[in-house]
Each structure stands twice: as structure tokens, then as C-alpha cells.
T-cell receptor, first 110, second 115 residues
Framework: DAKTTQPPSMDCAEGRAANLPCNHS???????VYWYRQIHSQGPQYIIH???NNETNEMASLIITEDRKSSTLILPHATLRDTAVYYC???????????FGKGTRLHILP | EPEVTQTPSHQVTQMGQEVILRCVPI?????FYWYRQILGQKVEFLVS????????KSEIFDDQFSVERPDGSNFTLKIRSTKLEDSAMYFC?????????????FGDGTRLSIL
């Protein structure tokens, strides 16, 4: 089973920042947090990952709390093309497979 | 940007027939995976493959399934005798070697429909 808890759905206005929360209260010290998204009829798309420091790339920012029990994915300026299911995943480097949960269905509203 | 490519995009097969799904992973990647997603359900891990052998497989990956890397570029999933319940999207993924925290990158899948 997935080790994370995410809200089933969220709405965000186009042009605003989308902040997607994830709870991973049982995360262990060697587990990374990964975010993927799945746009309708496409394969999962890697977004970002991190261990304990905040991370930023061209797609998004990942904010991990100091106790590592939760994180937030931030899409700084959401567009309609960001409408997708977003998956928060934790795994260690000893467990190579990805276990997907149900994710958060993000609706970007025009 | 390099990507994982899968063919065909849609495969329709009669129950009991064999089917081969094909994937071309990203060229410098060393680890390969198959996942499936039944309509309306979660993405599920099937198998991981490294150095020409299976690293791990799930309970779904029974004797009807096999994987192969027949040459330096292709990675295939074979289902020997398809069942109705094999209808699903099948996703191939790959990742670089070295640091196992490198992310997996997915293709856009093959939709398999068993009649």
C-alpha cells in the first residue's frame, strides 16, 4: 500500500499557484519523496524529488517539512495543461518499484 | 528531451492469443520496468529488469508474462495466453544506473484490449 495520504481532489484558478499537500508521517530516514503526475491517457510524468531539502526545477518546487512528515508540491503559475492526477510517493533506494496511490486530481479552472 | 517510446499505442487481441508489447527505453538507461493500469484503477508494478534478468516481480506477473531485452534498444513484455482481465494500459519505464534514487521515466503506454 502507498505510504502517503493526499486529498482526492483540488481546484486551482489558472495563473495562481497550485499547492498540493502530501502526508507521509511514517517516512523513514532513507526514504525520498517523489512527485509524478498523470495527464489523461498519458503515462506518469516525473516532476521532482527530494530527501529533506527543498527542491526546485523548471516544473515545480518541493517543500519538505523539517520533520519530513509532510510535503507540498507547488506549481507556481498553474495552466490548464496542469490538470492531471498528482501522485506523491515515498521510497528508499533499496526498493526500486514505485507504489502508486490514488493521488490528487487537480482541476485548473479558467 | 529523450523519452521512453512504446508501440503500438493500441493493441486489440482475441482472448487466448499471445501479445508482445514493445518499448524503447531512454538510450543510456540501465534499469527497465513494466507497470499496468486497469481502467479507473491505480498504476500497478509488474516487473523490474536489470543486467538481462528480472530484479523483482509482483504477484500479477505470473507464468503467462515474460520480459526480454532482445537487442540493445528494445524491451518487450509478452503475455502468452491473454485473458479478458489483461485488458489495461501497460506502461514501460526506465531509469539511469548508478544512484538508485534517480527517477523512473515512463512512456505513454499501450492500451491492450482483449476481446
Amino acid at each position: 500500500d502507498a505510504k502517503t495520504t493526499q486529498p482526492p481532489s483540488m481546484d486551482c484558478a489558472e495563473g495562481r499557484a497550485a499547492n498540493l499537500p502530501c502526508n507521509h508521517s511514517t517516512i523513514s530516514g532513507n526514504e525520498y519523496v517523489y512527485w509524478y503526475r498523470q495527464i489523461h491517457s498519458q503515462g506518469p510524468q516525473y516532476i521532482i524529488h527530494g530527501l529533506k531539502n527543498n527542491e526546485t526545477n523548471e516544473m515545480a518546487s518541493l517543500i519538505i517539512t523539517e520533520d519530513r512528515k509532510s510535503s507540498t508540491l507547488i506549481l507556481p503559475h498553474a495552466t490548464l495543461r496542469d490538470t492531471a492526477v498528482y501522485y506523491c510517493i515515498v521510497r528508499t533506494n533499496r526498493d526500486d518499484k514505485i507504489i502508486f496511490g490514488k493521488g490528487t486530481r487537480l482541476h485548473i479552472l479558467p | 528531451e529523450p523519452e521512453v517510446t512504446q508501440t503500438p499505442s493500441h493493441q486489440v487481441t482475441q482472448m487466448g492469443q499471445e501479445v508482445i508489447l514493445r518499448c524503447v527505453p531512454i538510450s543510456n538507461h540501465l534499469y527497465f520496468y513494466w507497470y499496468r493500469q486497469i481502467l479507473g484503477q491505480k498504476v500497478e508494478f509488474l516487473v523490474s529488469f536489470y543486467n538481462n534478468e528480472i530484479s523483482e516481480k509482483s504477484e500479477i506477473f505470473d507464468d503467462q508474462f515474460s520480459v526480454e531485452r532482445p537487442d540493445g534498444s528494445n524491451f518487450t513484455l509478452k503475455i502468452r495466453s491473454t485473458k479478458l482481465e489483461d485488458s489495461a494500459m501497460y506502461f514501460c519505464a526506465s531509469r539511469e544506473g548508478g544512484d538508485s534514487n534517480q527517477p523512473q521515466h515512463f512512456g505513454d503506454g499501450t492500451r491492450l484490449s482483449i476481446l
